[in-house]
């Protein structure tokens, strides 16, 4: 084996991975947000829904689904500004598609879990007195969440790793970061060892603080 | 042992799921005051007649009036349903208790209670706490005010469930088969608030299979098979050697050996 592994070009331009994964970390947690609106809403408009309404959403739901992150994001950054007329950065046009591709995923964990609300639950709230929008407030949208924690924490931690994808239009960040090293200093296996290593941590520690949550908020049976 | 003029008036309600008539043209009466209970084999309709009253399922034919308003429908004879907005006052004015207690599972017991006490009643929060205190301590639960449904016992949920459903205050209170997903042992304490509460004189409409029960707290005994009410009477007819509801008999005889009576 004539490769000695040299980390030391790493840490001197480790402010360069750092300032990625925090970029990384903010780009996720935009998308998510925007995503988890889109999801909500949609989900709702779905239970609720027409067919006309519920035709419309899962198409773009099959759509986002079966097209590559990838293609999605050319498709808005290189393709959408040579048919309309607007302008903006690489970041804002990622968050854009992140966030599109986050609400599809999001609309059927969100949708899923409203179907899995036990029926009784909902005839508890009837029983009751309640209005349809306040079975909706008050019963089915707080038991949902519950129900639909865990698959939530696995969407959220994908999305994340999805953030990844953003280096293919210069986003500066964590794997632009870990390009843009390899450029200047061509310890190429290095590099990826740290930013696998980054990318490792970061998504476990938002798994256990999203699983703790789950623990507080799981439904006992 | 009529009490007073009916509160509910239940007149040959028909009820189909698809090709299956569930329902065939059910009679009932209950009087403000008076504790009417529902017997007979599963299967025979018996909470399906329970969650039409609370309009939880439409009907096709006949009419449902509790206190002289029919419950699902502005218009019966066109069949024309009322908005959601008013079925939902209707449906606060009766109480339900359900077989598997349907507690909200992310409310705590007082919570559960004060849901309903504060959207439908328009209480303050703190009115709507005193209130479900109080009714949790009628139920003997004061201490688990602020327990989630999954860390109480069965019994002790099923409790939450009737004062969840008493605190609205509803005209009648509808329980179907409140003990049957109870352990043996956990089904006293539910029966006796139930006794306590129809001492008190509030109006019920209880399918049960608590035959000792029905017998003895029960104004009327209301035997139901197939869809149709096959026998409407004081319990001591319903019990008595001479029953002529051969079907009855029957049924009686087999609860009577299973249970040792
Ligand atoms: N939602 C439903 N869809 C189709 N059939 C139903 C439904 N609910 C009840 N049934 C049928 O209606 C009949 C009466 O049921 P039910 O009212 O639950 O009887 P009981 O409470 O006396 O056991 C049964 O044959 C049952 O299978
Ligand atoms: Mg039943």
């Not at chain 2, 959601?84 to 209670?113: K, W």
Request: charge should be positive; proline fraction near 4%.
């Amino acid at each position: 084996m004539g490769y000695h592994l040299n980390f030391a070009l790493i840490w001197r331009h480790f402010d360069k991975l750092w300032s990625g994964l925090i970029l990384s970390l903010e780009l996720a947690v935009v998308s998510i947000g925007i995503g988890c609106v889109i999801g909500l809403a949609l989900a709702v408009a779905y239970v609720s829904g027409n067919r006309l309404v519920r035709g419309l959403i899962a198409a773009y739901v099959e759509v986002i689904r079966n097209v590559p992150l990838l293609l999605l994001v050319y498709l808005v950054f290189y393709g959408l500004p040579t048919v309309v007329d607007i302008a903006y950065s690489n970041t804002t046009s990622f968050v854009v598609t992140l966030s599109a591709y986050a609400g599809a995923y999001l609309v059927e964990v969100f949708r899923s879990g409203l179907d899995a609300v036990p029926r009784g639950l909902i005839d508890a709230g009837r029983s009751i007195g309640l209005t349809p929008g306040q079975r909706l407030l008050y019963v089915r949208l707080p038991t949902m969440l519950r129900i639909a924690l865990p698959a939530l924490s696995n969407t959220f931690v994908s999305l994340f790793k999805d953030t990844s994808v953003a280096s293919v239009i210069a986003v500066p960040e964590l794997t632009y970061g870990a390009q843009w090293i390899n450029f200047n200093t061509f310890r190429i296996m290095e590099v990826y060892l740290v930013v696998t290593g980054l990318y490792l941590v970061t998504g476990y520690a938002i798994l256990i603080g999203l699983r703790l949550l789950e623990r507080r908020y799981a439904i006992g049976r | 042992m009529p009490i007073g003029p009916p509160l509910l008036q239940i007149q040959n309600v028909q009820k189909s799921y698809g090709a299956t008539q569930v329902l065939r043209g059910v009679d009932l009466r209950v009087a403000k005051g008076e504790v009417v209970t529902v017997i007979g084999p599963s299967g025979g309709g018996k909470t399906t007649l329970l969650r039409c009253v609370n309009f939880l399922e439409s009907y096709d034919n006949g009419s449902i009036m509790i206190d002289g308003q029919e419950v699902g429908y502005r218009d019966v004879a066109a069949r024309k349903r009322r908005s959601e907005r008013d079925l939902a006052r209707m449906r606060a004015e009766t109480g339900m208790v359900f077989q598997l207690f349907n507690l909200f599972p992310h409310l705590s017991a007082a919570e559960n209670i004060m849901l309903g006490l504060t959207k439908v009643r328009k209480l303050s929060r703190r009115e709507a706490r005193d209130k479900a205190l109080h009714w949790l301590g009628r139920v003997g639960l004061t201490d688990k005010a602020d327990r989630l449904p999954s860390e109480l016992s069965g019994g002790q949920q099923q409790r939450v469930g009737i004062a969840r459903a008493v605190a609205m205050e509803p005209k009648i209170l509808l329980l179907d088969e409140i003990t049957s997903a109870l352990d043996p042992e956990l089904v006293g304490e539910v029966l006796d608030v139930v006794l306590s509460l129809a001492a008190e004189g509030m109006t019920m409409l209880v399918v049960t299979h608590e035959i000792g029960f029905a017998r003895d707290a029960s104004h009327r005994i209301v035997f139901m098979a197939g869809g149709a009410v096959g026998a409407d009477a004081p319990p001591r007819e319903i019990f008595a050697a001479d029953q002529p509801n051969e079907r009855l008999r029957g049924f009686l005889g087999r609860f009577t050996a299973a249970h040792r009576l």
